[in-house]
């Protein structure tokens, strides 16, 4: 019976166990040191058979159960060294795997406890060299190696203890563990293998598998640079999952979401890259309808990335790519998720749905859209980087947020490479490209953008602050159902397109001149305070609205007489002193005729509708040749309410003859109401004559209404005595009506100016 012992520390056991001194290597010497068999004191006080590994030679056949075993099997120990177990082990305990070495298992061994590893590598080359398929997996340090080209499947369930555990590709190419993950352990998946182009597909892959019970770190990849190991990448399938814990992706490694079920959850992915890293190309990709999920994505250096291809989605996750790349191919989506690439590449080549996904791109950064085969519709843009359209068009605003972009839009692009030279991007070289705004929020420009397809709003609100902030001068720019505000004035000869839904001009407080043409079959509107004047020979259709501010004329016939104008309450449409033509009119605001000079003509071709608005007119008040701007109705009806202002241009006042100065001409059948028109205080003065306003000619009669210094004299009634018979009426002309008797209307200070002494 042994009576010496000395302690040694049991990794499986995790506690400090008793060996025998006096313990010999299965019927061989002690002093040869093949191998050394302990007796490992289980809670019972039972002993189970240890081996220790110090030559590559094989150790024959193993159990682990002899009587009264420990609960956990028997431990293998290499000493540093690799070596082999071809003969079979067997039993109903399991196999611990100890020391710093390499341990092969080749043979179909049988034993049914598990395996253990807790130091140095155990390399396989089939699922049943680890024993019986229900046999489990548990890490405490160690590396679990594969050696079979093809890789091997195994469904065996993994603990990951406090240790770690480290699969290890070892240039195989495709490893599937379906069994499910826990522990909170730190996951390592590398590939051992130089890296060399023949290394570039080591996979693992992990199943159905649900892994939530999963909290540790996942590692994939080593970080390393010239001489690393090899490629190694970890693909998700189906229903399974990743754990919960945060994953780090490494030298030229990839994570992958394959199929319609594989979801990143909530998980935070983080691509390292070192700066050694020769060719490096480390990242996260979604295909084949993977998922993103509600997960985080730091990418970190040129060559990390995040990509999506194959109906893939982004989800709802947020990417921040510090000089990495991101990726939208084909059909995939980009959910509603949230990139922020910081001085890193944003592309899209493919036609999928990205109108949720927000980009934000700053500090060097590129967003290229040439290349894609569809229009790209973006949730939002932010950001100070770049944007290459080349002949493409790129939409935003479809998540109805408000942004800034303060990069430059341009058609064209330079190629965007690794720092290898290795292009991610090929140069842009077509032009044509658009932009577009959607959505209810404002996109605010302030870059000098190139862009050459024009600029369309068509919801919301897209503000600038220059002409260039809308592409190439001779660009055109098309609304419908959109505004563009000016955060400063700024003249601009674009041709205008109005369209279903009209367009809306802010001034916001400033000055802005349009000189191009707006023609379609959309609408005009002036909002905001300022003022917009338009001097292009426009010829929309669409109806004309001054809701708020200054719409003024910068030239003749530069109103659309195709159009229906209507000035709000507060509203200005100023002629400048420029003849206009409209449709109609409806005046609630104030419409202005008032130039340098007067003389000038407003023309309504349809009805005038006053809504107590105000027509100001510039005037000479002299006698009745002066000349006056005059509102022009073209066969149409004047009702409602307008109070007229003279604007003194001229004239020391005099007695007008005749029917007086014309204010209002109504012609081709035009009729007035009684009181359509009102002078603004009853009267208005030059020199000693005070004017006022009559509705028809010197006799009473027509639709036209003047501005006269005199007064219809009225004769007081006589009584008419007995009525004589007029007799039979005459046959002959009648005689010419006489105009009825008038009288100079003076000011009321006249009489006393008249007493005043010399």
Do not use: C
């Amino acid at each position: 019976m042994n009576t010496s012992y000395r302690s040694i520390w049991n990794h499986a056991l995790g506690a400090w166990v008793a060996v025998s001194e006096l313990t010999r290597a299965r019927g061989k010497r002690a002093s040869s040191a093949v191998v050394a068999s302990a007796l490992v004191l289980a809670a019972g006080g039972a002993a189970a058979q240890d081996y220790t590994y110090t030559t590559a030679a094989d150790a024959g056949p193993l159990s682990t159960s002899p009587a009264g075993v420990n609960p956990l099997g028997i431990t293998l120990t290499t000493t540093g060294i690799a070596a082999t177990q071809s003969s079979v082990v067997s039993g109903a305990l399991g196999v611990i795997k100890a020391g710093p070495g390499t341990l092969t298992l080749s043979g179909a061994n049988t034993y049914a406890g598990g395996t253990y590893l807790n130091a140095g590598t155990l390399r396989i080359g089939a699922d049943n060299n680890l024993g019986a398929a229900a046999g489990g997996l548990a890490f405490n340090g160690g590396t679990l190696a594969f050696s079979t080209a093809g890789g091997i499947a195994s469904g065996r369930a993994i603990s990951v203890l406090a240790g770690g555990a480290t699969f290890d590709a070892a240039g195989t190419a495709f490893n599937k563990l379906g069994g499910p993950i826990s522990g909170p352990g730190t996951l390592r998946f590398i590939n051992s293998a130089p890296y060399v182009p023949a290394n570039e597909d080591m996979r693992f892959s992990l199943g159905s598998s649900n892994n939530t019970g999963f909290t540790g770190v996942t590692q994939v990849g080593t970080v390393g640079g010239v001489g690393a190991p090899g490629r190694t990448n970890l693909e998700v399938t189906g229903t399974g999952t990743l754990g919960t814990g945060p994953v780090f992706v490494d030298f030229n490694s990839e994570v992958a979401f394959r199929g319609a079920t594989a979801n990143a959850n909530n998980l935070n992915i983080t691509v390292r890259e070192s700066s050694n890293e020769l060719g490096s190309n480390s990242g996260v990709a979604f295909d084949a309808g993977g998922n993103a999920g509600n997960a985080t994505f730091t990418t970190n250096g040129v060559g990390a990335y995040v990509s999506f291809s194959g109906g893939a989605s982004a989800g709802q996750s947020t990417i921040v790519s510090n000089g990495g790349r991101v990726r939208f191919d084909d059909t995939s989506s980009g959910g509603t998720a949230t990139v922020n690439s910081v001085g890193g590449l944003v592309r899209f080549t493919g036609n999928g749905d990205m109108s949720g996904l927000s980009v934000a791109s700053s500090s060097g950064g590129t967003v290229v859209v040439a290349g894609s085969t569809a229009p790209v519709s973006l949730g939002s843009l932010s950001g100070s980087g770049s944007v290459v359209l080349g002949s493409q068009q790129l939409t935003v605003g479809a998540l109805n947020q408000s942004s800034t972009f303060s990069g430059v839009i341009s058609d064209t692009g330079p190629q965007v490479s690794d720092k290898n030279g290795n292009p991610y991007s090929a140069a842009v070289t077509a032009t044509g490209g658009k932009l577009a705004k959607v959505g209810t929020g404002t996109l605010t420009l302030t870059g000098a953008n190139t862009y050459t397809g024009g600029t369309a709003i068509n919801g919301g609100v897209l503000q600038v602050g220059a002409d260039n902030n809308l592409g190439a001068a001779a660009s055109g720019l098309a609304l419908a159902g959109g505004t563009l505000r000016y955060s400063t004035g700024f003249s601009s000869a674009r041709a205008i397109a109005l369209g279903a839904g009209d367009g809306t001009f802010d001034t916001n407080g400033n000055t802005a001149t349009l000189s191009g043409v707006a023609s379609g079959t959309g609408g005009l509107a002036k909002a905001g305070a300022g003022t917009l004047i338009v001097s292009g020979a426009n010829n929309y259709t669409g109806a004309t609205n001054v809701a708020q501010g200054t719409l003024r004329a910068g030239a003749v016939n530069t109103f659309s007489a195709a159009s229906a104008h209507t000035v709000a309450s507060g509203g200005i449409l100023d002629t400048a002193g420029f003849n206009q033509t409209v449709a109609s009119l409806n005046n609630s605001g104030t419409v202005s005729l008032v130039g340098a000079a007067p003389g000038s003509t407003l023309t309504v071709n349809g009805n005038y509708v006053g809504n107590g608005g105000v027509l100001r007119l510039g005037t000479v008040l002299g006698d009745s040749s002066s000349a006056s701007d005059r509102l022009v109705l073209n066969g149409g009806t004047a009702t409602g309410n307008t109070s007229i202002q003279i604007t003194q241009q001229g004239g020391l006042g005099a007695q007008t003859t005749g029917d007086g100065i014309n204010l209002i001409t109504a012609q081709n059948g035009a009729t007035t109401a009684a009181n359509a028109f009102t002078l603004a205080g009853g009267h208005v003065d030059a020199g000693a004559f005070e004017y006022r306003l009559f509705d028809g000619d010197a006799s009473g009669a027509g639709e036209n209404w003047y501005l006269r210094s005199t007064t219809n004299v009225v004769t007081p009634p006589v009584d008419p005595g007995t009525p004589v018979d007029p007799g039979t009426p005459g046959t002959g002309t009648p005689a010419t009506p006489t105009p009825p008797a008038t009288r100079l209307t003076y000011r009321a200070e006249v009489p006393l100016y008249s007493a005043l002494p010399a």
